[in-house]
């Protein structure tokens, strides 16, 4: 196994960087830490080009390293995975994983989710996580969201951007391509001509935008959607978390 112990090394420098979304894109990588997201990488062969373990990983994951008969790991030092990672305890692990060369064709059919100027990176891993675990043909990224290759965008997701598609797109082509396909669209809104979620009919296709945690589903969109929602509010809270919502919307919309 390779080694590295000086906190100068030109490997580690250029890693160091990733942490910032420019230099994310200009390498087209990025980092994931920790053993559960690098076995989903592994597992989802996603172009995973080094692994690097402080002792601490050695430790805790000796018998799963030794399964994987690789030469991507590379033993570092405590102190230069600390140097690497954002959390306030390093996990041990954490890999370099290039991102992928071509994204994924839009099919406008089946149930899509659709995020509109979502920044919150915790809200935006949450929703694709969840969206994952309802069966959601895929997600939509429109301008304004939190990039998905960011740590914190990647540990909330838990994963979930190998199981299913994530596309960057302007949503209002995308609306329109869905709805030439008779795909109906859903916009989540509060006003006179909003329904509640509980009278959509359940759909086997169907997109849902989700928007801004402050102002919401742009008012373009909206303009474009068949219906707008909303989710009544029963206490005395305001509003509700957008994950959340988008939560409950996606599993009542659930085809059976």
């Known amino acids: ?27 087209e990588r990025y980092l994931i830490e920790g053993f559960h997201l690098i076995e989903e990488a592994i597992q989802a062969n996603a172009e995973v080009e080094w692994v690097l373990l402080s002792q601490r990983g050695l430790e805790e994951w000796s018998e799963w390293i030794s399964e994987q008969e690789d030469d991507r790991f590379i033993f570092v030092t405590e102190e230069i995975l600390t140097s690497l990672s954002d959390l306030p305890t390093p996990q041990g692990m954490l890999a370099v994983v290039k991102m ?9 059919s089946g149930r899509w989710l659709l995020l509109d100027n979502v920044q919150d990176p915790g809200n935006v891993g949450t929703m694709i996580r969840t969206a994952d675990a309802v069966g959601m043909t895929g997600v939509i990224l429109g301008e304004g969201c939190s990039d998905i290759y960011s740590t914190k965008v990647l540990r909330a997701m838990q994963g979930s951007n190998y ?4 596309v960057r797109h302007p949503l209002a082509e995308a609306v329109e391509q869905f709805k030439q396909n008779n795909v109906p669209v859903y916009g989540t809104e ?10 959509l009919p ?5 997109a849902l935008i989700m928007g801004n945690e402050g102002q919401g589903v742009s008012a373009e969109l909206l303009s474009l959607v068949d219906h707008s ?7 005395e809270a305001e509003s509700l978390n957008v994950a959340i919502a988008a939560g409950v919307l996606m599993y009542h919309l659930l085809p059976f």
């Open 163 to 166: 199981h299913l598609p994530i």
């Open 202 to 206: 359940k759909k086997e296709a169907y």
């Open 1 to 27: 196994m390779k080694e590295i112990i000086s906190m100068k090394n030109t490997m580690v420098k250029e890693i160091k960087k990733l942490r910032i979304k420019k230099h994310r894109e200009a390498q």
């Open 100 to 108: 992928p060369k071509t994204e994924e064709t839009l099919s406008y």
């Open 229 to 235: 929602v909303y989710i009544p509010i029963i206490g």
């Open 190 to 199: 509060l006003n006179k001509a909003a329904v509640s979620y509980q009278e």
